[in-house]
């Protein structure tokens, strides 16, 4: 069960002004927004009340990563990296949060949309920035049961999996359904020769043999965040080897243990794969240290890394 909130935020940030939230409104007929091209990104704040601070994590590597995806659909886009990061702490300053926050920008086409197959290079998009309280996806102290889906993950001739798209993100939720349907917390998707690829939405790393191991970025996996953070963590706090290779569906049954990573999922630990447990079915001792590694360093707690946490206040 998601554990996040339903508040909304007192305002976001729309074409370079804050906008009362209510008031933030398209057109029905103005569907570019959720259509083929929408561009969004996933980032997170976390409150710290020992320093009384709110540190938006890796919010330029996020951004960098909007841009990238913003310049393989081909948008016209005036706003640079420094512009998203000022209008991203002036967002969150005038919501006045000192909680844990999630942060949404995402892209689309200005006007009416008629034509979704269209091609319209240089066509002008609106930019927003929503944000809302937010803790995670899943209660972290539980682990999943989880599946291979029968649905194959996108690949990179087909709908680059590194293009943050709205679209993209439907072959997630079908696989994410049909786990559902089928007594299932979430899906693993493979790719068209078998190969592990990740979950919806979120990176997957498993624990064999004294390592942890995740699929390279070449996988049909978005290139993460929070998957290059975990690398970061695993070598220098757990003193592991952090490798990228190809992972097989059988490695998965033989892992010690398995975790998905992201944004919103945080490091959220898997008990069992097509219904195979994994060590104990708890939380193994890797992730729950990979886990309070990653919570420390994402509210300052732990200093290492200053450049990756922006001070909002």
């Not at 976001?12 to 009362?20: A, Y």
Request: aromatic letters at 10%.
């Amino acid at each position: 069960m998601a554990i996040y909130s339903e508040e909304r935020a007192t305002y976001l940030w729309r074409n370079g002004s804050l906008v009362p939230w209510a008031e933030a409104v398209v057109h029905v007929g103005a569907v570019g927004h959720a259509s083929v091209a929408g561009i969004f990104e996933g980032l997170k704040a976390y409150w710290n009340a020992d320093q009384g601070q709110l540190y938006v994590f890796r919010m330029d590597d996020h951004y960098r990563r909007f841009l990238q995806s913003i310049k393989m659909t081909r948008f016209a886009f005036d706003y640079s990296l420094e512009d998203l990061g000022q209008a991203t702490q002036e967002l969150l300053q005038a919501n006045e949060y000192r909680r844990d926050v999630y942060i949404r920008p995402y892209i689309f086409q200005e006007g009416l949309v008629r034509e979704l197959l269209q091609a319209q290079p240089g066509k002008p998009v609106e930019l927003v920035i929503d944000s809302w309280p937010f803790e995670a996806y899943r209660d972290p102290s539980t682990a999943l049961d989880v599946c291979t889906s029968s649905w194959t993950r996108i690949a990179d001739n087909v709908m680059p999996p590194r293009l943050k798209c709205f679209s993209n993100y439907h072959n997630g939720r079908l696989a994410a359904m049909e786990a559902t349907v089928s007594g299932y917390d979430w899906p693993v998707l493979l790719d068209a020769q078998g190969k592990v690829t990740e979950g919806p939405g979120a990176c997957l790393a498993l624990v064999r043999e004294g390592k942890v191991v995740t699929p390279p970025a070449t996988a049909s996996i978005l290139e993460s965040v929070t998957r290059d953070t975990v690398g970061c963590l695993v070598r220098e706090v757990l003193g592991l080897p952090f490798v990228e290779r190809t992972i097989d569906r059988t490695e998965l049954y033989l892992a010690e243990e398995m975790f998905f990573m992201g944004t919103g999922w945080e490091i959220m630990p898997v008990a069992s794969v097509d219904r195979i447990p994994l060590g104990t079915g708890a939380p193994g001792s890797v992730t729950a240290r990979l886990r309070d590694a990653y919570a420390s360093v994402v509210r300052g707690k732990d200093p290492r890394h200053p450049e990756w946490r922006t001070a909002v206040w």
